[in-house]
């Protein structure tokens, strides 16, 4: 399809744009980007995102039925014993990956056959703004929409949410409960929490051997029936758990590593980090019971049904923005008043910046502490262990024969030496019980705190919404009734957004309590068991 271009658009830097020109004419090459954008090619060659209001069909042409609205995770129709994927750490989902910034939105899924509108979703609103609409056509009683920017809020789909542009139909099943308590508002516990183990990681192949893996056996304590899973698998569950919830961070898994994956520790680290992971998505009472994650961890050896639903999860609807749809607000007599939730939520960010700094800070001291101890001070042990080792050895040839207290000496020395050695060695060892399930922890946090600015960032453009219509309410420019939608709509973000950050709030406190518990612990036990070495030491001087 090819398009003229309309109206002037300066593309940002690096930011996935492509800047035309009036009268400029251009190939279209997807329409499914994202709420309002489309990706072309101009007549230079160059790709990118441009507004698709700014440009008119130049002429009708027979549309080619592309592949477009297949997911870039679509990894073939075999089971995952047999798919494509060269090894345990090659990405071929990040190379699949268009270059540009954007949740890939799909509307060839199916809607539910037995479907309820939520009491989210409202009649739509008509917008304005739109440049491709003569002034005459826009109306007193219409909303604002802007076209400006690729921003977070408008990628994800949270404007066209709030405007009401957008609607969808949501099974009742899909709903997502939001809990008032104690002037706070909480997520709906999950009636039905289970635990997920990983355990008996094993070396397999196929294609004859050529290709290999580390499989991990996954066992949910409410059925009790095992599943095989790969990095790759969790890889692909981190990518569908990434585009359907906007107001949730979702925890960083282990990072990939080439070299050395089929050590024995390394392959015991990462179940370690995989079963944290897991457990933390199991305790989260809305990753808990997403179609997705239930489906990846109760699907076993059934490939028929195993496709299906691997299928439905790359075509799901109720994601980004849309999931919206789906929340269920708990009954309020008003809206939420926007100073109050702007405190809040200004707050809660600086709280972010600041815990991502420190976090970023220990998780750098303690992987430097883990060199260090398997480093310069295990050496420094063997150092002084040696030394002394040598001090005995000269003692042996003092010549001097039939003196108990010479050789007592000599043997104390040598034993001491025996210690220094023994406890550079629980130097080298000791990382593995302390600072490193503190750089695990530390790790995990890292990814959920780098996803918190994209989740505020839609609130804030939700939140600006409802302050741009509130003003146009009181310049007589739009009615309460659609005011009062717009308000509902954006409510639903704010408070979806509040119950993500009490859990994370929440999550938090238990999680660094117990790390720092560990921690101290294992420090303790590890300068008590030196203590007590010496002390055996020093014992055998008493002569």
Request: one cysteine or more; proline letters at 5%; a negative charge.
């Given at each position: ?119 989210s979703q409202l009649a739509p609103i ?113 990518e569908r758990l990434q585009d359907k ?61 195993w496709k299906l639903g691997k299928r ?232």
């Amino acid at each position: 399809m090819r398009v003229k271009v309309l109206y002037e658009f300066k593309a940002q830097p690096n930011s996935g744009e492509l800047s035309i020109n009036a009268n400029e004419i251009l190939t279209v090459n997807r329409k499914d980007v994202g709420e309002g954008w489309w990706e072309g090619t101009n007549q230079r060659g160059e790709v990118g995102l441009f507004p698709a209001g700014y440009v008119e069909p130049l002429a009708p042409e027979a549309e080619v039925v592309a592949n477009s609205q297949q997911s870039s995770y679509d990894f073939g129709d075999g089971d995952w014993g047999e798919d494509d994927w060269d090894d345990d750490d090659d990405s071929q989902a990040s190379n699949s990956q268009s270059n540009y910034d954007y949740y890939p939105t799909s509307n060839s899924g199916p809607h539910p056959t037995s479907a309820t509108t939520p009491t989210s979703q409202l009649a739509p609103i008509t917008v304005s703004g739109h440049p491709s609409k003569a002034p005459q056509q826009q109306t007193q009683q219409t909303v604002r929409k802007s076209f400006n920017r690729f921003s977070t809020f408008v990628k994800s789909g949270g404007e066209d949410y709030i405007l009401g542009i957008k609607t969808l139909k949501v099974n009742e099943n899909d709903f997502i409960y939001i809990l008032e308590s104690e002037a706070t508002f909480k997520w709906a516990p999950n009636e039905r929490p289970s635990d997920v183990s990983v355990d008996k990681p094993k070396k397999e192949s196929k294609m004859k051997g050529l290709k290999s893996y580390i499989a991990y056996q996954l066992t949910p304590d409410s059925t009790h029936i095992q599943v095989s899973r790969r990095y790759k698998h969790f890889d692909w569950l981190h990518e569908r758990l990434q585009d359907k919830f906007t107001t949730i961070p979702i925890p960083a898994l282990p990072d990939k590593q080439i070299s050395g994956r089929y050590q024995e520790e390394f392959i015991e680290h990462r179940r370690t980090q995989l079963q944290s992971w897991v457990r933390r998505i199991c305790r989260h009472p809305v990753l808990s019971q997403c179609e997705v994650w239930q489906h990846f961890m109760t699907c076993a050896a059934d490939e028929k049904k195993w496709k299906l639903g691997k299928r439905k999860a790359e075509k799901d609807e109720l994601v980004g923005a849309s999931l919206f749809f789906a929340v269920q607000p708990p009954p309020m007599s008003s809206s939420l008043d926007i100073q109050t939730v702007d405190r809040k939520m200004d707050q809660f960010n600086r709280f972010v910046s600041k815990m991502d700094d420190s976090v970023k800070l220990l998780y750098i001291t303690a992987q430097d502490q883990s060199k260090k101890f398997g480093g310069p001070y295990k050496r420094e042990f063997s150092k002084i262990a040696h030394s002394l080792h040598t001090l005995s050895d000269a003692f042996a040839f003092s010549g001097v024969d039939g003196q108990p207290n010479n050789d007592r000496l000599n043997n104390a020395i040598k034993h001491t030496s025996d210690t220094y050695d023994a406890i550079g060695r629980l130097y080298l060892e000791q990382p593995k019980h302390d600072f490193g399930p503190m750089c695990d922890i530390l790790h995990e946090y890292k990814g959920i705190l780098t996803a918190w600015p994209e989740i505020l960032q839609v609130h804030k453009g939700a939140i600006n919404k409802k302050k741009e219509h509130q003003k146009m309410l009181d310049e007589g420019k739009i009615d309460d009734k659609s005011v009062a939608q717009i308000n509902q709509r954006a409510d639903v973000v704010t408070l979806s957004t509040m119950a993500e950050i009490n859990h994370f709030q929440e999550e938090r406190v238990v999680d660094f309590k117990e790390a720092m518990h560990h921690f101290l612990t294992n420090q303790i036990q590890f300068y008590e068991s030196i203590a007590s070495k010496l002390r055996d030491t020093l014992n055998l001087y008493d002569f």
